[in-house]
């Protein structure tokens, strides 16, 4: 029984050594775009003004403009 809890805890070391390496990992990206938060207003950005011209598109095609 002690060689399974050791198996367990050292699986669940592995795991959060893992889950450790890869917080940040992205740092550098976001960093171009001026930060996460940056980042994220300009994904919305684009995503919104996409959506407005789809909606625009579905309009004059229904005739509501």
Not at 6 to 30: I, S
Request: hydrophobic letters at 35%; glycine letters at 10%.
């Amino acid at each position: 029984m002690g060689d399974e809890k050791e198996n367990m805890d050292r699986e669940r070391n592995v795991r959060q050594q893992a889950w450790l390496r890869l917080r940040g990992v992205l740092k550098d990206v976001y960093a171009v775009y001026g930060g996460g938060e940056a980042f994220l207003r300009k994904e919305r950005q684009e995503f919104n003004e996409a959506m407005e011209r789809r909606e625009a598109l579905i309009d004059a095609a229904f005739g509501k403009e």
